[in-house]
């Protein structure tokens, strides 16, 4: 499976971005589908993740009532939506990929795009 995010840009604080993830399957709706970051400095860290099944979701703390992690199976593409950023929300942005439920590290993801830079001044 190949993932391709964009949709990354610099936005002013208080504004919003929408970030796409392109997966490269025909079984693509099998798949949870993740987004994390890495802000500058720091470690990588989850962020949102739907369920294969597009029943379940799960959002950090941090992003949770801002951001909307959603998907269209017909275009194989998981998206975030990212309102109210704050110049915390600057990160790299990953998507990422695995069979089974949402898991919060990393490391139990098998398939990550190649990220996306969102930066968001003051």
């Known amino acids: 499976v190949q993932l391709q995010a964009s949709g990354g840009g610099l936005v002013q604080t208080g504004g919003s971005l929408r970030l796409s993830c392109a997966a490269s399957?025909?079984?693509?709706?099998?798949?949870?589908m993740s987004w994390f970051r890495r802000p500058p400095g720091t470690e990588q860290e989850f962020v949102a993740g739907?369920?294969?099944?597009?029943?379940?979701?799960s959002y950090a703390d941090s992003v949770r009532g801002r951001f909307t992690i959603s998907r269209d199976g017909a275009k194989n593409t998981v998206f975030l939506q990212m309102n109210s950023l704050k110049s915390e929300d600057t990160a790299v942005y990953y998507c990422?990929?695995?069979?089974?439920?949402?898991?919060?590290?990393?490391?139990?993801?098998?398939?990550w795009g190649q990220g996306t830079q969102v930066t968001v001044s003051s």
């Open positions: 399957t025909r079984t693509f709706n099998s798949y949870t």
């Open positions: 739907l369920e294969w099944s597009g029943r379940r979701t």
């Open positions: 990422a990929a695995r069979e089974g439920g949402i898991r919060r590290y990393g490391e139990q993801y098998v398939y």
